[in-house]
């Protein structure tokens, strides 16, 4: 990968009076496959509206491969968009779906043809080239809209939580196919979506939004293991999050003695680094779950809930029965005030 790419500078997007973000800076690298992940509302599909083009910027630049494009059109700036509903012509069928941009540029008929079967061939479409978008299943459908958008020869290609329409088996599909057509094409992506899975198991490197600002910025390994504040373990999957006073881990419920000691104001756990059945602390099960290679616990504590996860293994504990735990040091993750 080469130097930025794209590039975000003090980039301030409005809504009429409502700013949904301010002042954001992001450098995206040639050939990266970059996630905007968070929840609804902090402004990763706003912000990628603006790189499109469809959002023009109350103030800030955004250049792409060194042109500024902030006041360029969205037709003249080299984007590829996939939106989560794919915006599918139903009347064409796949060929004609994907030829449809190469005749607007007036190619010649075997430019368009040969760029076009070689972009049904990349989302491993060939021979579908006959079916209409209802014959096709939503994972076909969405490998079209894909190669939609590449035959253009994209600078940048966007795409607007694309997988959130399909199940689980072909989401999971299709995060594959996303990866071997972005390292096969080097396309430089930028995936906005709200589901960390997606985001983990895709992206070079995470922008964790919140509220319209950056709150972390960085690889998939690095947001998931060491997430730096409250807001970036939550989302991470670290439940389990409290205060320190004293020696004790605190929260608005009660307290707890904290086994060892750290200069950190917040700490918090995974659920499956909480040891159950074995500890100083006690909590009343309220709540149990199967989930394949280990069973989900929510425990009544004096901290309030404790959620923890238990090998499959071990004996199941029913819910209103007593199950000891323990919150190690070796599992915790300090986090900023």
Known sequence: MSDTYVQLTDLTLTYGQSVAVPELNLGIREGELIALLGPSGCGKTTTMRAIAGLLAPASGRITIDGRDVTRVPANKRGIGLVFQSYALFPHLNAFENVAFGLRLQKLSANEITERTLQGLATVGLTGYDKRKPAEMSGGQQQRLALARSLVMQPKVLLLDEPLSNLDARLRLEMRTELQR????????MVFVTHDQ????ALADRI???KEGRIEQLGTPADLYARPE???AAEFMGFENIFRVEGGKVVSDKGTLPLGFATTSPLLAWRPDGVTVGSGPHEG?????????AHREYVLESALGPIKADA???????EIGETLTFDLPEATARPLAA
């Open 207 to 209: 922008v964790l939004m």
């Open 181 to 188: 057509v972005q390292k096969e094409t080097g396309v430089t």
């Open 311 to 317: 090998d499959i293994a071990l004996p199941r504990v």
């Open 197 to 200: 899975a997606e985001a983990l």
């Open 284 to 292: 009343r099960v309220v709540a149990t779950s199967f989930a394949g």
């Open 229 to 231: 504040t409250a807001f």
